[in-house]
Nanobody, 115 residues
Framework: QVQLVESGGGLVQAGGSLRLSCAASGSISSINEMGWYRQAPGKQRELVAVIASGGSANYADSVKGRFTISRDNAKNTVALQMNSLKPEDTSVYYC?????????WGQGTQVTVSS
């Protein structure tokens, strides 16, 4: 089992910044990928950004150039720096990790961007 705990959500005006953090605990050895997904009301959960243990990252087109994902393997943490936030970024953001053969999810943190 892997436990994921997010922090850092909140309310921000359009154009502002927020930083999300996620700490992993439990059976954390051999965690492959970590990342962030988000889900807005009435919509499907979607990938925001993922990062492999070696540091390679992938982003959703909608956040490229605005969001940056980073990972500290020694501390078992993953962070998402979100800049130039837009109202359409408003969602619950979920930390995610993959440790073969299971996906693990955090409880989610609300990000609200006001126009």
């Amino acid at each position: 089992q892997v436990q994921l705990v997010e922090s850092g959500g909140g309310l921000v005006q359009a154009g502002g910044s927020l930083r999300l953090s996620c700490a992993a605990s439990g059976s954390i050895s051999s965690i492959n990928e970590m990342g962030w997904y988000r889900q807005a009301p009435g919509k499907q959960r979607e990938l925001v950004a993922v990062i492999a243990s070696g540091g390679s990252a992938n982003y959703a087109d909608s956040v490229k150039g605005r969001f940056t994902i980073s990972r500290d393997n020694a501390k078992n943490t993953v962070a998402l720096q979100m800049n130039s936030l837009k109202p359409e970024d408003t969602s619950v953001y979920y930390c995610w990790s993959y440790r073969y053969p299971y996906d693990y999810w955090g409880q989610g943190t609300q990000v609200t961007v006001s126009s």
